[in-house]
Each structure stands twice: as structure tokens, then as C-alpha cells.
């Protein structure tokens, strides 16, 4: 069955650069959510769409913006990067509101 | 706003044991809850769920049962393999501050020895 697909699996990136990770949901799912997990931390809520409208924003910077389009995959872009930022972003998506939500592998972001 | 408090670990069992994680919850209305197990530098994979008050959650042996009366969705196994060592992260989905998206605890690390 298919699954969340996120790319790239990796990503390095130096001190003030920018950064678009990527997530690609399962088919016919209409919200997709992303995550962020710092090193032994727990997964932080984001943001989240439904139907390409931004639905919920969570503990998101402003640094950080995202879209969903029309076939309905999603990008995350990071501005001025900091070190901080170094994490796992893992992205979800649902077929409504309310059901379970199917995690992707997860982009493991280091700023360095 | 909803939030989640697990038990911290590590949790270290040896081969066999009985697990037992405790979690409870705090929510308006009423969430649903999930069991997600992350395998060391692996994603999120969904363990158990359920989505009303008494529903047990099972899968691969795990159980957990939603009591409103408790705010509580405990995940327990009867008998632990070294292929459970893992982090377990609790999580709830209900009408909140950041509409339906997850609520992690703070995760629980789970170690077991042959």
C-alpha cells in the first residue's frame, strides 16, 4: 500500500541558508500535517492543511512557511536557518478530521 | 488546551516481562487516542488506537483500553521481546487549540534484554 513519501531523507544545510523539504501524502488523503522532533524530544506540531487551505498552526517560526498544491503534496520552507532547527520533520496525512493520521519516514535536517 | 503525560523511562525489562506504560490525558470532548512506537532512527508507525470511551486497542500483543473515567489509555504486553526496544509515544486527536492534530507525550523509552 502506499505511504506518506517525504524527500529528501537528508538534508545538510549551513547557518542562515534556506531549506524545502518535501512530502508527498497517500493518495486521496486531504490533510497532511507536519512535525518537528528535536533529539530525544516528541514530535511538535506544526502546521496542517486540508484541501490545500491551511488549516492549524501549531509552534511553527515565522521563519518557516509551507503550502499545499493542487495535487495535494505539501512543502515546508526554512529560512534563515539556525542551528536550532536541526531535527527530524516528519510530515502525516489523514483522509478526515478526527482518523488516524499515517506518518512518512521523516527528513532528518542538520544545520551546521 | 489537550496534553498528554506519560510515564518517563527508560524502561528497561528483561525477555518475557510484563510492560506497562502508564499515560493520561486531558481533553474537552471526546479524542481519540493512539499508541505510535518510533524503532531507533526509524519514523512514527501507528501501534493501537482507539476512538471511544472502552475500546481496547490491540496489535502485535500490545493492548490498551480508553477509560474516561480515568483519563487514562495505559499500553501494556504480556511478554516483552528485544524486538520491542523502542520509543512508545502516547498521543491523543480531538478538537483542541491546533484543531486535530496529534498531541504527543513525551515519549517513553523501552529497553529489553535477552
Known amino acids: 500500500a502506499a505511504g506518506v513519501i517525504q524527500s529528501p531523507r537528508h538534508l545538510i544545510k549551513e547557518k542562515r541558508e534556506t531549506a524545502t523539504l518535501k512530502c508527498y501524502p497517500i493518495?486521496?488523503?486531504?490533510?497532511v500535517y507536519w512535525y518537528q522532533q528535536g533529539p530525544g524530544q516528541d514530535p511538535q506540531f506544526l502546521i496542517s492543511?486540508?484541501?490545500?487551505?491551511?488549516?492549524d498552526k501549531g509552534s511553527i517560526p515565522d521563519r518557516f512557511s509551507a503550502q499545499q498544491f493542487s495535487d495535494y503534496h505539501s512543502e515546508l520552507n526554512m529560512s534563515s536557518l539556525e542551528l536550532g532547527d536541526s531535527a527530524l520533520y516528519f510530515c502525516?496525512?489523514?483522509?478526515?478530521?478526527?482518523?488516524?493520521?499515517?506518518f512518512g519516514q521523516g527528513t532528518r535536517l542538520t544545520v551546521v | 488546551g489537550n496534553s498528554v503525560t506519560q510515564m518517563e523511562g527508560p524502561v528497561t525489562l528483561s525477555e518475557e516481562a510484563f510492560l506497562t506504560i502508564n499515560c493520561t490525558y486531558t481533553?474537552?470532548?471526546?479524542?481519540?487516542l493512539f499508541w505510535y512506537v518510533q524503532y531507533p532512527g526509524e519514523g512514527l508507525q501507528l501501534l493501537l488506537k482507539a476512538t471511544k470511551a472502552d475500546d481496547k486497542g490491540s496489535n502485535k500483543g500490545f493492548e490498551a483500553t480508553y477509560r474516561k473515567e480515568t483519563t487514562s489509555f495505559h499500553l501494556e504486553k504480556g511478554s516483552v521481546q528485544v524486538s520491542d526496544s523502542a520509543v512508545y509515544f502516547c498521543?491523543?486527536?480531538?478538537?483542541?487549540?491546533?484543531?486535530?492534530?496529534?498531541?504527543f507525550g513525551k515519549g517513553t523509552s523501552l529497553l529489553v534484554t535477552p
Open positions: 481533553a474537552t470532548g471526546y479524542p481519540s
Open positions: 492543511f486540508y484541501e490545500k487551505m491551511q488549516s
Open positions: 502525516a496525512s489523514s483522509g478526515d478530521s478526527g482518523t488516524e493520521a499515517f
Open positions: 493518495p486521496r488523503h486531504d490533510t
Open positions: 498521543a491523543l486527536s480531538g478538537k483542541g487549540n491546533s484543531g486535530y492534530a496529534l498531541n
